[in-house]
Nanobody
Framework: QVQLVESGGGLVQAGGSLSLSCTRS????????MGWYRQAPGNERELVAR???????DYADSVKGRFTISRDNAWNLVYLQMNNLNPEDTAVYYC???????????????WGQGTQVTVPS
């Protein structure tokens, strides 16, 4: 019913830039936050950047000043502009939404399938 599809991943040299996009289909009653997580081999999945319904823009310390998150006004699209990439950014990047499927029950985490970003050493 709800689907998140990422695009824009690929291989880029250190110091280069890459832009990720995520498109949502299906309805969500209310959205608390939307953004991006990443997971590298051997590591836990970590928050990269997030936009909350309260208007906050949150970034992991490791990407501050390099990555920029943005969205459309309808909360259907979320983007991640990544600049000055380094090998530590190599990971699978996942689009994420936390929201309520209806006015009843608990919130739900929605995940995309992930897109690979590779920055070779």
């Amino acid at each position: 019913q709800v689907q998140l599809v990422e695009s824009g991943g690929g291989l880029v040299q250190a110091g280069g830039s890459l832009s990720l996009s995520c498109t949502r289909s299906g309805s969500i009653f209310a959205i608390n936050a939307m953004g991006w997580y990443r997971q590298a081999p051997g590591n836990e999945r970590e928050l990269v950047a997030r936009i909350t319904s309260g208007g906050s823009y949150d970034y992991a310390d490791s990407v501050k000043g390099r990555f920029t998150i943005s969205r459309d006004n309808a909360w259907n699209l979320v983007y991640l502009q990544m600049n000055n990439l380094n090998p530590e950014d190599t990971a699978v990047y996942y689009c994420h939404i936390r929201g309520y499927p209806s006015h009843l029950g608990p919130p739900t985490d929605y995940w995309g399938q992930g897109t690979q970003v590779t920055v070779p050493s």
